[in-house]
């Protein structure tokens, strides 16, 4: 059986019948005991009332009618219908309550109770052994709780009650167990469709059930990874665009290294090393940019000081870094990335007046804040429609790429990289000409 919802009806059908027998077996020996107490409390009672009524009704000689009022009298007292037959088993008398059981239900003969006298009269008591009602009422008699037509036997019944509950809680429980299994098989069509390549396809979050929440964990992996995809994709475009210039240009210079005079050739082999370092650092933006988008989570996070770090590699372009010893979490190795490319995109379009600070900046009403770091230049600034675009991958200002190179990829890895440790980028125009990138980060 390979369908789920047949293998859960299934277990929910044999589970409940193998309740219902329980159920049956228990209640049937609940009965029976009860049963023989019954019984046995009828016999105890019977030959207690024979032993009274021995001493109490007149002589077997008596005159019949002395004998017949006598036991109607003792059928008053003990509310029980009664009949009094001789040694012979000619009947002496006989109360209105048993002649009208005995012509009332045909039945009557197996009802019946019998005590033998030490005269050898036959005493008779009808069953139940007494009405609830006045002397004479016609009560019934107490019916079983089973809600059963009367003359069926309680085994029978039992059985037949049980049967019906049964096919009624299986009855009721196929819409259940549809219902639910319905909106596994919905989620399986879905999987199977992002599966065969429909990357926008996703599955109902109806509900707030485990079958909710997995079509809600399956809704954020399928978006995952259709952006994955889709930067991916982008990415290898624009990575295949951006390779064609400098092998361009390497051809070139390798056709012509061969048939040039020496201080040509000094300048071609100077043109082959630039276009190899810059073929290297696309490599290197490409391969580090993947990596980020595979996995969104630091594998590493642990208390950087961005001071020191920002003073650091600020040495190395002969900038200056000043402000607060302050600490951020995060990856050491990609932070110094992030500032690496900040003080490269800031020397490249900004000249040599480069400045970094590094300062705190509390939240209002989030109560925690932010290590802000800012790399200013005094270059011709970015406009504002391009100061959102900038951190997209190979956008660059128009005629920038043509005099003064870069890859287009080293903001766009800063934003990556903020966001990778909860923060932001964004870029400000200075006071007095040029831009500032600003990077904000949680402290630590």
Known sequence: MRSLYLRIYVTVVAVLALFALVSGWVVQQHLDEQRVLAEAGA?????????????????????PEVQAAALSDWSQRLRV?????DATGQRIGATDSFLRRQAERPDMAARLRSMTLDDGRVLWVARPWAPRGSPGSRTPEPHPPWLLPRGWS???????????LFLAVAAGAWPVVRGLTRRLEALKQGVEAFGAGALHQRVAEAGRDEVAALGASFNRAAARIEALLHSHQTLLANASHELRSPLARLKMALAMLDGAVPAQQAALKQEIQTNIAELDALVEEVLLTSRLDAAPALEVREPVALLALAVEEAARLGAVARGQDLLVPGDERLLRRAVRNLLENARRYGGSEVEVSVAARPVAGA????VELRVCDRGPGVPEAYRERIFEAFVRLPGHAE??????LGLSLVRQIAQRHGGSVRCEPRPGGGSCFVLDLPAA
């Not at 029978?156 to 049967?163: I, N, R």
């Not at 005099?403 to 287009?408: F, P, S």
């Open 154 to 164: 309680d085994g029978l019944g039992l059985a037949l009650l049980l049967v019906v």
């Open 81 to 85: 219908p009664m009949a009094l037959d």
């Open 403 to 408: 005099r003064e190179g870069g890859v287009g």
């Open 367 to 370: 109560g925690q804040r932010l």
């Open 43 to 63: 016999r105890e009672r019977l030959e207690a009332w024979s032993e009274l009524l021995q001493r109490s009704l007149p002589p077997a000689d008596a005159p």
